[in-house]
């Protein structure tokens, strides 16, 4: 298995711009390339120490932004391409980025994901110190080269201080297969009885580390619906039945320890809750009709499936993170913000950690708001 390791280089190339203003005068309507005072992060520029040093210290915060949030696209990974994507944008007289676009670019989504981190600066609210001429702050373009690479890594991650293997030549399986294994859990799962009175539905999912042992550890567990303890106890339960029913996954010929995710759903079998559970189904239909629809470019149309699934269960996680990830893809920021806010407030979970500052921006909301 590859992986994708990103590797930034940045070079803040400096071209120079005869222009036609008089010597002592600074024409600031022109976008020069060279002045004797290029642009700063506050950060550096605010240091005491030499202006070589300042430039320095802006290369490298740059490159680190740039570095922390750029995404390898997938169709570039699946794709195996690689190469150097060159952008150029404009530090403006008021500490903006302006103009920003892809001079250089390799396929794949790669320029759109480069440009897509600088253009973040400005509702993510961080400034430049603008660049000067003669004392006098100017418009001063920049030039970077982004460097994207695929590089191998090991066959395995570490979760939580265990080895887990990502890549092997024999997977994981349940003996008798997914079919097998899903009599199973069906079979030994109980739907506690406190949930007849709710008519508590919903979806436990858990993600699990097999060992070559063949002991079983949940690593994770989400509780989609907020059924509660009785529910996520029974379904641990039903999980942790099925040691010893494991075909270990191999890699180089050894039993090797690696991850698989269940989802257990619950459904109440009282004729009261026929009606909670029959829009259970439905729900489930819309949200992967949704999905399936979505990613294959039907937007617009996934995206209602979605939104009926949601009406039917306005508190299921799984249907409110699909729909914030259209909503995200369709740059509807502030409806994004919304519903991966509330996935985070359902299922305490990190995934959307990163996300949330960002889509949450009121400066970046209103930038995409017309579309």
């Not at 932004?65 to 699946?78: E, K």
């Not at 404009?90 to 759109?112: H, L, N, P, Q, Y």
């Not at 080269?145 to 090991?154: G, L, Q």
Request: overall charge negative; hydrophobic content about 40%; aromatic content about 8%.
């Amino acid at each position: 298995m590859r992986n994708i390791i990103l590797t930034t280089i940045i070079a803040l190339l400096s071209i120079g711009l005869f222009s036609s203003t008089a010597i002592g005068q600074v024409d600031t309507a022109q976008v020069y390339n060279l002045v004797d005072q290029m642009p700063l992060i506050p950060n550096c520029g605010n240091m005491d120490t030499s202006y070589v040093a300042k430039q320095k210290c802006t290369q490298d915060l740059l490159l680190d932004f740039i570095y922390r949030n750029v995404q390898y696209p997938d169709s570039a990974r699946f794709n195996g391409i690689e190469g150097m994507v060159v952008l150029s944008f404009v530090i403006g007289r008021d500490s903006m980025i302006k103009e920003s676009k892809v001079v250089k670019d390799i396929g794949g989504g790669c320029g759109a994901a480069a440009l897509y981190v600088i253009n973040a600066m400005n509702p993510m609210n961080l400034r430049w110190m603008p660049g000067k001429k003669e004392g006098v702050p100017v418009d001063v373009r920049m030039t970077i080269p982004v460097k994207f690479k695929i590089k191998e890594i090991p066959p395995y991650t570490f979760i939580n201080g265990d080895t887990v293997y990502t890549e092997f030549e024999k997977p994981l399986t349940y003996k008798g297969g997914p079919t097998a294994l899903a009599n199973f859990i069906n079979t030994n799962k109980k739907y506690p009885v406190t949930g007849n009175t709710t008519c508590g539905v919903g979806t436990i999912e858990a993600k699990i580390l097999v060992r070559a042992s063949g002991a079983i550890e949940i690593l994770e567990l989400h509780d989609f619906n907020s059924l509660g303890v009785d529910f996520q106890f029974e379904g641990i339960s039903a999980i942790n039945a099925t040691t010893g029913q494991w075909e270990m996954a191999e890699y180089q010929g050894r039993k090797v320890p690696t991850t698989y995710v269940i989802r257990i759903d619950f459904q109440p079998s009282v004729d009261g809750c026929k009606n909670v559970t029959d829009n259970f189904k439905t729900a489930q239909e819309l949200a992967a009709t949704g999905s399936a629809l979505f990613n294959e470019g039907a937007q617009e149309e996934g995206l209602a499936k979605l939104d009926e699934a949601v009406t039917l269960f306005p508190n299921n996680a799984e249907y409110l993170y699909a729909r914030g990830q259209a909503h995200m893809e369709l740059n509807q920021m502030e409806k994004a913000c919304t519903d991966l806010t509330k996935v985070k407030e359902l299922l305490l979970v990190s995934w959307v950690d990163n996300l949330l500052p960002l889509i949450c921006n009121p400066a970046l909301q209103q930038e995409t708001s017309g579309n």
